[in-house]
C-alpha cells in the first residue's frame, strides 16, 4: 500500500562531481536502435504552461517518426505537491506506462510499492551509456538498479532577475558575495522594487534555504541531512537560517503573512514579467515561462546570476534537479515506452527542449542553440566542484510536508527562539520518519 509514511528514502540523489557532470554535458553523439513500435502509449504527464506544451511538441515530434504510435496523457489533479494527485491515479487503478517525475524519494517510494520497474535492460538495448554520463545513470540508480531516464536537468541555485530592474535600481549588476546582497536590498527598496518575492504557500519557499545550507555547511551536511544522519537541530541548519534571517532584516521581502498567500507563479511573474521584484530562486522552467508566456529574451530582458559568495568554504557548490521517465509495472507497452525514453535523448529532442529553454544532459545535445540563460546555468552546474539534489525532493512524505510548513513558521517569526522551535519540531517527525 502506497502512503506517505512509508517506503520512502533518502539520499538517493547524491551529490554529483563536477567533473562527470561536465562529461555529460560534452557535445557529441550516440546512435539509437532503430526499432518499429505501435499502438498507444500512456503516460502520466504532470507537466502544466509552457512545459506542457513543450512535452507536447516532442510527444507530437515522436509520433511523427513514429507513425504506428498514438500518445494519451494521463493528467493528475490536485493542488500543493504533485505527488498526491500521481498517487491517487495509481492508486485509482489507471494503467499507463510512463510516468515523469522528479522527485528521488517518491522513486523509492515507487520501488518499495513495486510500481515501477527497472530500465537496465533498455538502457543496454538502446546504448544509453553513450548519451548520459555514468553519473545520469548514478541519479537514477538504487541498490545497483536503474529505474530511470533523465531528460533534463536545471541549476536551482540560480537567482533570477530582470536586467532593467538592476539597472532602475542603479546597480552596476548582480550581487557577487553575501555583502554585495544584503546591500542590493537597500538600492531596490530605494527604486520601489522588492528585492525578493518569496513564495511561501506551499513549497518554493524552501529554495532559499536549501541554498543558503549547502554555502554554510557544504553538499555532504546536506546529503547527511536527508539521510538523517545528523539531526534538524543541527549548527548547520539554525546557521542558514540564521542567514536567512539576515536577509529578512535587511527588508529583502513582504511580511510573512503575505509571502505564505503567494504561489510561485505570482513570484515569478513580479520579477520577470512585471518588475515588482528583484529576485526569485527557482528552477529552469522559468526559462520557459518567461520565453513562451510572457515573450521575454533570454539574456536580454532576463538572466540569472549564481547565489552569491557567502565566503565560509562552500561558494563552489550547486543545488540541482532533473527530471526522469519511469517504467511503471502497469506498462501494456513497455517497447513503445522504450522508444520514447531513447527519443528523448536524440538530437531532436534536445532541439525542442533547448526552444523552450530546458537543457538536456544528452551528449547529443547541440549546445549552440542554448539560449544564454540555459548556457548560464549548465556553464555553473558543470564548473561546481559539488552539486547536490534538492532537499525537499529528498525528504519522504510526511516529513517533507512537515519542513515546508515550519519553514513558513520562520518567516512569520525568524527569531533565534523560533528557530529552535521550527529545527526542533522538523526533528520530531524526521525521528519518525526513517
Avoid at 44 to 72: C, H, S, Y
Avoid at 87 to 100: C, F, N
Avoid at 209 to 235: C, N
Avoid at 288 to 301: C, N, S
Wanted: include cysteine; aromatic fraction near 8%; charged fraction near 20%.
Amino acid at each position: 500500500m502506497l502512503s506517505e509514511s512509508e517506503n520512502l528514502v533518502a539520499g538517493t540523489a547524491r551529490g554529483l562531481k563536477a567533473g562527470v557532470v561536465a562529461a555529460a554535458l560534452a557535445f557529441g553523439g550516440g546512435a539509437a536502435v532503430a526499432q518499429e513500435v505501435s499502438g498507444e502509449l500512456v503516460m502520466i504527464n504532470w507537466l502544466g504552461g509552457a512545459q506542457g506544451e513543450m512535452m507536447q511538441a516532442l510527444e507530437q515530434d515522436f509520433m511523427a517518426k513514429n507513425p504506428g504510435v498514438t500518445i494519451r496523457d494521463i493528467v493528475p489533479t490536485g493542488a500543493g505537491d504533485t505527488r498526491g494527485g500521481i498517487r491517487t491515479v495509481l492508486l485509482g487503478g489507471e494503467e499507463a506506462d510512463l510516468l515523469i517525475n522528479t522527485w528521488p524519494a517518491f522513486r523509492q517510494e515507487l520501488v518499495d510499492a513495486g510500481m515501477i520497474l527497472p530500465v537496465d535492460e533498455i538502457w543496454d538495448q538502446y546504448g544509453m551509456s553513450e548519451q548520459l554520463s555514468d553519473s545520469w545513470k548514478a541519479l537514477s540508480t538504487i541498490d545497483g538498479t536503474n529505474y530511470g531516464v533523465t531528460y533534463t536537468f536545471g541549476n536551482r541555485s540560480g537567482i533570477w532577475y530582470r536586467l532593467d530592474s538592476v539597472e532602475k535600481a542603479g546597480m552596476e549588476g548582480p550581487p557577487a558575495t553575501w555583502d554585495d546582497m544584503l546591500a542590493s536590498m537597500d538600492s531596490l527598496n530605494a527604486a520601489g522594487i522588492k528585492p525578493i518575492s518569496v513564495p511561501a504557500k506551499v513549497w518554493a519557499h524552501a529554495e532559499w534555504f536549501e541554498s543558503l545550507l549547502i554555502r554554510v555547511a557544504g553538499t555532504e551536511t546536506a546529503t547527511k541531512l536527508a539521510a538523517h544522519e545528523i539531526p534538524w537541530t543541527d549548527d548547520s541548519v539554525k546557521t542558514a537560517l540564521g542567514k536567512w534571517k539576515e536577509l529578512l532584516d535587511a527588508n529583502c521581502c513582504d511580511d510573512g503573512n503575505t509571502m505564505l498567500g503567494r504561489a510561485w507563479a505570482d513570484s515569478v511573474d513580479a520579477a520577470l514579467k512585471t518588475g515588482d521584484a528583484g529576485y526569485v530562486l527557482m528552477g529552469m522552467w522559468l526559462n520557459t515561462r518567461a520565453k513562451q508566456e510572457y515573450g521575454e529574451t533570454p539574456g536580454e530582458d532576463y538572466q540569472i546570476f549564481q547565489f552569491p559568495a557567502l565566503g565560509m568554504g562552500h561558494d563552489d557548490v550547486s543545488m540541482v534537479d532533473a527530471k526522469e521517465f519511469n517504467l511503471l509495472s502497469t506498462s501494456k507497452n513497455p517497447e513503445a515506452a522504450a522508444a520514447f525514453m531513447d527519443y528523448m535523448l536524440s538530437a531532436d529532442a534536445a532541439a525542442i527542449m533547448a526552444e523552450f529553454g530546458l537543457a538536456s544532459p544528452s551528449t547529443d545535445a547541440d549546445v549552440s542553440l542554448y539560449d544564454p540563460v540555459i548556457a548560464a546555468a549548465v556553464e555553473e552546474v558543470s564548473k561546481a566542484q559539488s552539486v547536490q539534489f534538492v532537499l525537499g525532493d529528498l525528504l519522504p512524505g510526511d516529513l517533507v510536508h512537515e519542513y515546508r510548513a515550519q519553514l513558513q513558521r520562520f518567516l512569520q517569526d525568524p527569531t533565534d527562539e523560533n528557530i529552535d522551535a521550527v529545527t526542533e519540531a522538523i526533528e520530531r517527525v524526521a525521528a519518525a520518519s526513517y
